[in-house]
């Protein structure tokens, strides 16, 4: 059971650059979520969607997009990269939108030059 | 405003002692509190939960934690800590009908032989 697999692993941008994020879950989960980690700012919630046909803005969306393509996956869009958006991207999911625990990705390491 | 802390940002124990991580909360009413691992280069796993009942709840990888109302904690422990506890750890609340979790910005628990 591959739970959620997010791809690419690594990527490498220039500024202006677009790109798109990939992640899929396999647990027929209804809720998804993109996350981005830095070091000393912890995790930030940057979309989700709540179930199929919905998305909702976390703390940090400006400068990305999502598309919630069907229950299984969920992308997340850069469309001009800036340096300030190198980070590691996690995606996760989750069974429902409020208490459930998150089964996480094991993240893309985007680096913006 | 909601949000966890988790006051020690590195830890270093022996193999085989004990340890305890730190976490308390600010929030009007009882939480649902979480504990994840992240370990190097993966993503994040969920430890244990705390949802109502019994204050002192068993995880995965012979974790527990103990929530205290009164002190707005939710530490987490484990008698005898191995060489692959190494990791990051992170503790997080999801407060009522908010769909968001509040994380804490993480403990890194480094493990000496």
């Known amino acids: 059971n591959a739970g959620v697999t997010q791809t690419p692993k690594f990527q490498v941008l220039k500024t202006g650059q677009s790109m798109t994020l990939q992640c899929a879950q396999d647990?027929?989960?209804?809720?998804m979520y993109w996350y981005r980690q830095d070091p000393g700012m912890g995790l930030r919630l940057i979309y989700y969607?709540?179930?199929?046909?919905?998305?909702d803005k976390g703390e940090v969306p400006n400068g990305y997009n999502v598309s919630r393509l069907n229950k299984r996956e969920f992308s997340l869009r850069l469309e001009s990269a800036a340096p300030s958006q190198t980070s590691v991207y996690f995606c996760?999911?989750?069974?429902?939108?409020?208490?459930?625990?998150?089964?996480f990705g094991n993240g893309t390491r985007l680096t913006v030059t | 405003a909601q949000s966890v802390t988790q006051p020690d940002i590195h830890i270093t124990v022996s193999e085989g002692a004990s340890l305890e991580l730190r976490c308390n909360y600010s929030?009007?009413?009882?939480?649902?509190l979480f504990w994840y691992v992240q370990s190097p280069g993966q993503g994040l796993q969920l430890l244990l939960k705390?949802?109502?009942?019994d204050t002192l709840v068993q995880g995965i990888k012979g974790f527990e934690a103990e929530f205290k109302r009164s002190q707005s904690s939710f530490n987490l422990r484990k008698p005898s800590v191995h060489w692959s506890d190494a990791a990051e750890y992170f503790c997080?609340?999801?407060?009522?009908?908010?769909?968001?979790?509040?994380w804490g910005l993480g403990t890194s628990l480094a493990v000496n032989p």
């Open positions: 705390y949802f109502s009942g």
């Open positions: 996760a999911s989750a069974p429902g939108p409020y208490n459930s625990p998150l089964h």
């Open positions: 997080a609340f999801h407060a009522g009908n908010n769909r968001k979790l509040i």
């Open positions: 929030y009007g009413a009882t939480p649902y």
């Open positions: 969607s709540a179930s199929e046909g919905t998305t």
């Open positions: 647990m027929n989960h209804n809720s």
